[in-house]
């Protein structure tokens, strides 16, 4: 039997990671089609740790997408001001999977900024919307 659905331990054990890959200068000709995450859940985790003391920050990735969509180079642009964070978004931004990057239909690889948003407040896309009923 399947478990209820837990935001908070979703919340928890998944920052928000908002994958706007803002492609870095690359060269060439052609115009350049970015990589597309493929995933429905974050591999991050948020440390227990800074949970339980109620602290929530903001790391910036750069990412380097492979041709094959795999993340093969994290690099931390902004830290969060928290080693914790830092270290579990290059973590787990070693696990993202993106469709790759095109130029000219061929694949490329290409240089992404990834921020990783650690919040224990839901995003409002998150939160099930509850819808009120007009019968009674």
Not at 11 to 21: E, Q, S, V
Not at 60 to 70: E, F, T
């Amino acid at each position: 039997m399947r478990e209820p659905w837990n935001w908070q331990a979703w919340l928890r054990r998944g920052p928000t990671l908002l994958a706007a890959c803002c492609l870095a200068a690359c060269g060439g000709e052609g115009e350049i089609q970015r990589p597309t995450p493929l995933f429905s859940e974050t591999p991050i985790e948020y440390p227990i740790r800074l949970w339980d003391q109620d602290r929530e920050g903001r790391t910036l990735l750069r990412v380097r997408v492979s041709d094959v969509g795999a993340v093969d180079s994290v690099e931390v642009v902004e830290s969060s001001g928290y080693a914790a964070f830092d270290s579990a978004a290059v973590e787990g931004a070693r696990g993202l999977r993106f469709s790759p990057a095109r130029r000219d239909g061929k694949r490329i690889a290409v240089w992404a900024t990834v921020p990783v948003h650690f919040s224990k407040r839901p995003r409002p896309d998150t939160v099930p919307i509850l819808q009120r009923s007009d019968r009674l």
